[in-house]
T-cell receptor, first 112, second 114 residues
Framework: GENVEQHPSTLSVQEGDSAVIKCTYSDSASNYFPWYKQELGKGPQLIIDIRSNVGEKKDQRIAVTLNKTAKHFSLHITETQPEDSAVYFC???????????FGKGTMLLVSP | KAGVTQTPRYLIKTRGQQVTLSCSPISGHRSVSWYQQTPGQGLQFLFEYFSETQRNKGNFPGRFSGRQFSNSRSEMNVSTLELGDSALYLCASAGGGGGKNIQYFGAGTRLSVL
């Protein structure tokens, strides 16, 4: 089955810096790659996603890039703010299924 | 539009008991998936229901079961609880069309097994 690896497990940055989280996947059939943000006591919230026919997608301070050949995708957050502090998960799924395989998560801490 | 609603938010049970968790999906969504979240294993897929039928199943023992009703609401049941079943159980709903499979999560049910 699909296996998703995520790095780093923790990331500390200063407010205003950029943060990058990287994921690799094993199943070349995977074609949908969402990123979720989970705050304490809450469920994961979708923040951005990308499909395999697109190499990059941007939404304000957040961007995701996908390299299908290398089977890796990354989340980029620019101009980080303290409210960006949370656990971020990458995930992958194959066509025709809603099932997501998640990475282990990255705890992002943004210090003022 | 109301989000995914999970009840109860917290549960405390003892080993050997059974428990039932409930999930109401976003209105119009026909797919409901369940995930177990633990510090050690992260988010792991349990099963998915679509139009009252189990469409996919993860690698969990038969003590974990679920069902979906005609209004798309779903329940999951865990029988003969073990200490290792302590976790946050998350429900996610999706449009279920197979193409645009965006999943929206509820806040979860925190289960503690003593």
């Amino acid at each position: 089955g699909e296996n998703v690896e995520q790095h780093p497990s923790t990331l500390s940055v200063q407010e205003g810096d950029s943060a990058v989280i990287k994921c690799t996947y094993s199943d070349s059939a995977s074609n949908y790659f969402p990123w979720y943000k989970q705050e304490l006591g809450k469920g994961p919230q979708l923040i951005i996603d990308i499909r395999s026919n697109v190499g990059e997608k941007k939404d304000q301070r957040i961007a995701v890039t996908l390299n299908k050949t290398a089977k890796h995708f990354s989340l980029h957050i620019t101009e980080t703010q303290p409210e960006d502090s949370a656990v971020y998960f990458c995930a992958a799924s194959i066509p025709g299924y809603s099932t997501l395989t998640f990475g282990k998560g990255t705890m992002l801490l943004v210090s003022p | 539009k109301a989000g995914v609603t999970q009840t109860p938010r917290y549960l405390i049970k003892t080993r050997g008991q059974q428990v039932t968790l409930s999930c109401s999906p976003i209105s119009g969504h026909r797919s409901v998936s369940w995930y177990q979240q633990t510090p050690g294993q992260g988010l792991q897929f349990l099963f998915e229901y679509f139009s009252e039928t189990q469409r996919n199943k993860g690698n969990f023992p038969g003590r974990f079961s679920g069902r979906q009703f005609s209004n798309s609401r779903s329940e999951m049941n865990v029988s003969t609880l073990e200490l290792g079943d302590s976790a946050l159980y998350l429900c996610a709903s999706a449009g279920g069309g197979g193409g645009k499979n965006i999943q929206y999560f509820g806040a979860g049910t925190r289960l503690s097994v003593l």
